[in-house]
T-cell receptor, first 114, second 111 residues
Framework: GAGVSQSPRYKVAKRGQDVALRCDPI?????LFWYQQALGQGPEFLTY????????KSGLPSDRFFAERPEGSVSTLKIQRTQQEDSAVYLC????????????FGQGTRLTVV | SQQGEEDPQALSIQEGENATMNCSYK?????LQWYRQNSGRGLVHLIL?????REKHSGRLRVTLDTSKKSSSLLITASRAADTASYFC???????????FGAGTRLFVKA
């Protein structure tokens, strides 16, 4: 596609519910990143994939967060047993080569846990 | 946790004036990037400066990097109302991929 696509754009979850957020990166992009952005703050790094390999997951806040990219293209960020503090915008970005030399961001998924 | 700290947190200027934003960071980097975010277009990459570069230009943007002081600045010349947005610096670690954003500078350009 022309850009990074994320779905859904908005998600309201009841506390304790599991959610899955999808990211379609730019076709052919090797690197994929997930970030969490709280209101009024900069994005916080969650995890990084190079093709299907998850090279860094140090930013995932807890073991309730899980990300995968099984075929090296589409990625899913799953949050189990959502809590109110998980409410944020989740951003996905991709870049053509290894690492981050120019990342293209999707519009994000705004998650609200009620 | 966020590495970069932008200064000022907010900036309001008249159209046509220049805007300068500063960023400080804490660890060694591979490169430093500036991004713009507004509600219409999301987060957009503006410019990248590598750790061995000191200055870079792109259109109305000028970025400087001082690795000895662990700081960078972004200058936007002849600002326009459309430049109204939040601006973030982002450092990429020496591994080349872990990207840490600052809290951002909110720029408001009055027409």
């Amino acid at each position: 596609g022309a850009g990074v696509s994320q779905s859904p754009r908005y998600k309201v979850a009841k506390r304790g519910q599991d959610v899955a957020l999808r990211c379609d990166p730019i076709s052919g992009h090797v690197s994929l990143f997930w970030y969490q952005q709280a209101l009024g703050q900069g994005p916080e790094f969650l995890t990084y994939f190079q093709n299907e390999a998850q090279l860094d997951k140090s930013g995932l806040p807890s073991d309730r967060f899980f990300a995968e990219r099984p075929e090296g293209s589409v990625s899913t960020l799953k949050i189990q047993r959502t809590q109110q503090e998980d409410s944020a915008v989740y951003l996905c970005a991709s870049s053509a080569g290894q690492g981050n030399t120019e990342a293209f961001f999707g519009q994000g998924t705004r998650l609200t846990v009620v | 946790s966020q590495q970069g700290e932008e200064d000022p947190q907010a900036l309001s200027i008249q159209e046509g004036e220049n805007a300068t934003m500063n960023c400080s960071y804490k660890t060694s980097i591979n490169n430093l990037q500036w991004y713009r975010q507004n509600s219409g277009r999301g987060l957009v990459h503006l410019i990248l400066i590598r750790s061995n570069e000191r200055e870079k230009h792109s259109g109305r943007l000028r970025v400087t990097l001082d690795t000895s002081k662990k700081s960078s600045s972004l200058l936007i010349t002849a600002s326009r109302a459309a430049d109204t947005a939040s601006y973030f610096c982002a450092t990429v670690d020496t591994g080349g991929f872990k990207t840490i954003f600052g809290a951002g500078t909110r720029l408001f350009v009055k027409a």
